[in-house]
């Protein structure tokens, strides 16, 4: 029997694009799962799906982080092992349109999971964070030891505002143990072409699918006036999958890398790829021409992001695998089996 079994994890935001393909990996992994999801960007249609694929139950709770007694109740009802906090208001132009949404939600969710965890002696909580904590790099590529916090938007800032949450709890109360993951720009959907991205196309990749099944009219580039090998902006796209096989990783780890302070690890290919790169490969993968147009740059972007990864790859015997052509590949398979995402017609 796996060393996993009877081993649960909560996941918020299971239901998402990258909760789902998270979810399936801990499944697949032995693991029992329940899901904390308010569904306001995802859908339960996906753990429906992941259920398919692994032939396992998903423990399912449509519940808002915001309502801490809601959280209790499931905490009544499951002995969880580790916490992997993945629900968020996630949308960094969208951050500054409702700011204090994004605050409130973020900020408050994350404080009543620690409180229901502490007055439950969970201690064990893995965080998903981004690269948007690290603003505007002054040196490339990025290594967790860099100054963060000089985000250039209010998403990032609730990201960054968490990581000091638990870095300041993990200081005052040894029991707790935490795991920051930073990924960078998860991409990409399972083989099966079962799950993947769903909702707005904040990200280019999706942006991209979408353009593709006749979802959106054209791309619009946001500047080839970068100083970058093309001129658009590049940056470190990493599959989802890998992405999902890195929370694995640090679930392993979680006993063996007790610190007074979080683990925080980058979770990227450290290969950057440019916007009109992705162009490029998704129309190999789709087997037709994308039509863009090159606009202004877009307020807050900066050039290049890219990640090392040495030390997720080091501490977590953890490597992304996949490249780009197979983010598209996989994308493509999946946006043309769901055009219209989850929901049908
Ligand atoms: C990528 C590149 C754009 C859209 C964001 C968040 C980050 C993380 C990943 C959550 C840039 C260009 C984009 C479009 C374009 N999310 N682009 N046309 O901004 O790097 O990162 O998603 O954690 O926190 O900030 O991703 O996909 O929006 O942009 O030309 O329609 O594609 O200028 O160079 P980004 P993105």
Known sequence: MSKNCRKTILATGGAGYIGS????????????????????????????????????????????????????????????????HMASLKGVGESWKRPFDYYKVNLFSCMNLIEVMSENNVFNLIFSSSATVYGTPKVLPLVE??????????????KFFQEQILKDIC????????TILRYFNPVGAHESGLIGPVGNPYNIMLYVALVTVGRRDQLQIFGNDFDTPDGTGVRDYIHVVDLAKGHLAAISKLEEHRETQPNIYNLGTGTGISALDIVAAFEKS??????????GRREGDVATIISDPSKANRELGWKAERRVQDMCDTLWNFQSKNPHGYTEG
């Open 171 to 178: 200081q005052a109360d040894k029991r707790w143990n935490v």
């Open 286 to 295: 789709a087997g037709k021409k994308i039509p863009y147009e090159i606009v």
């Open 21 to 84: 393909h998270v979810v399936l990996e801990l499944l697949q992994a032995g693991f029992d799962v329940v899901v904390i999801d308010n569904c306001s960007g995802s859908s339960m249609e996906g753990l429906k799906r992941v259920e398919k694929l692994s032939g396992k139950k998903v423990h399912a709770y449509q519940v808002d982080l915001v309502n801490k007694a809601a959280i209790q109740e499931v905490f009544k009802k499951h002995e969880v092992y580790c916490v992997i």
């Open 145 to 158: 030891t860099l100054e963060t916090g000089g985000c250039t938007n209010p998403y990032g800032r609730t």
